[in-house]
């Protein structure tokens, strides 16, 4: 690869130099700090474009790249220490869980490419999923409803609902039963 023939001209940021300049101070000294408090964080991410469900628990320490490319679902949870690095969409559904230190990373680039180009895609965490600690989603990872990938684990691709996975790169571990969670 020949690193001095990278452009990234052609990546829409989605939002104007002022707007990501402010954001970027914001995110680096409120958001991702020790403060306590989950409304206060919430208000901030919708006030810059995030789709942010009732009852969601913001920890301390998180990072939000884009907050207007993310969306965040009822009740869910996002741990401490999370980095949301969502150059592309990332969607986090309903009473879904994103533990701590996990990293949901939408960004790669083409190492067949001279250029070293540029890859974005979206990540899914469907309802009732569950990111284990000190995980990461790669770009384009769904992690499938009900789905849980465990501690460490590296996801990408489709990983199926009720599903349980562990490792790197993620397998299946068992089935997840769907008995304890009220309504399925």
Not at 111 to 130: G, K, M, Q
Request: glycine fraction near 12%; include cysteine.
């Amino acid at each position: 690869m020949h690193l001095d023939m990278f452009n990234s001209s052609n990546f829409e940021r989605g939002a104007s130099v002022f707007k990501q300049a402010i954001w970027f101070s914001l995110n680096g000294v409120l958001l991702s700090s020790w403060l306590p408090g989950s409304s206060w964080r919430r208000a901030l991410l919708r006030a810059f474009g995030a789709k942010i469900g009732k009852g969601v628990i913001l920890k301390p320490g998180i990072r939000v790249k884009f907050p207007w490319r993310l969306s965040i679902g009822d009740f869910s949870w996002i741990g401490e220490q999370v980095f949301v690095d969502n150059l592309g969409y990332v969607s986090i559904g309903s009473h879904a869980c994103v533990s701590q230190g996990a990293f949901l990373c939408t960004g790669s680039h083409d190492w067949t490419s001279n250029s070293f180009d540029l890859i974005v895609r979206p990540i899914t965490v469907c309802d009732h999923a569950w990111v284990g600690a000190m995980s990461l989603l790669a770009p384009g990872a769904i992690l499938g409803e009900g789905a849980v990938l465990s501690l460490g684990g590296v996801g990408k691709g489709e990983l199926a609902p009720w599903t349980i996975y562990s490792g790197n790169p993620a397998k299946i571990l068992s089935p997840r039963s769907t008995t304890e969670i009220e309504g399925f």
